[in-house]
Structure formats: C-alpha cells, structure tokens
C-alpha cells in the first residue's frame, strides 16, 4: 500500500518535521518559519489511536531510497492506500 512520508514525533510536529523526515526516509526539506499544517486526521485501531499532522513543505535533494516513489496529484486517487494516507489525499486535492 501507498503511503506520505511520514514519522512519530514526541513533540511539535511541525519543529521536528524536517528532522525526523531526513532520519527516516534521507530527504531535504526546507520549512518555512511557519510550516502550514493541511490538516490533522485522527484515527483509531482495535488498540491505539493516532493523530495525524499533515504539512507543506518543499523538498530540496530527493533520497534515492528505493521504496520512495514520487507521484502526481492527480494520480493519487489510482494508488492503494489506508484510511489515514486516503483522508490525507481528499485534504491535499480540496
């Protein structure tokens, strides 16, 4: 399944944004002193809830990982992806 880069923060998501994206997946982002947030989705499994921060940024070096791949928008609706990454999509495409 389809995913947005993503990562668990314990604090500010948009202060650690950046840092914790180039950890997880070695991308350069460039935040703006205010990060615009999209929106924020909830959701809830069997055993655990999770919060969802959802935010712009603009990326400088793209990682050369190999499970990263880089889409358009206007084909995200022909990816398969789960509930949260899907509400993440609507937000994105209005």
Excluded: C
């Amino acid at each position: 399944m389809w995913e947005f880069p993503n990562a668990r923060v314990e604090q500010d998501p948009a202060k650690e944004l950046t840092k914790v994206l180039r950890s997880a997946y070695n991308l350069r982002l460039r935040a703006k002193r205010q990060v615009p947030e999209l929106g924020v989705v909830q959701h809830a499994y069997t055993h655990f809830k999770i919060t969802v921060h959802a935010f712009a940024v603009e990326l400088i070096s793209d990682s050369k990982v190999e499970n990263l791949k880089w889409i358009a928008l206007k084909d995200l609706s022909d990816y398969p992806m789960g509930k949260t990454d899907r509400q993440i999509a609507n937000i994105i495409k209005g």
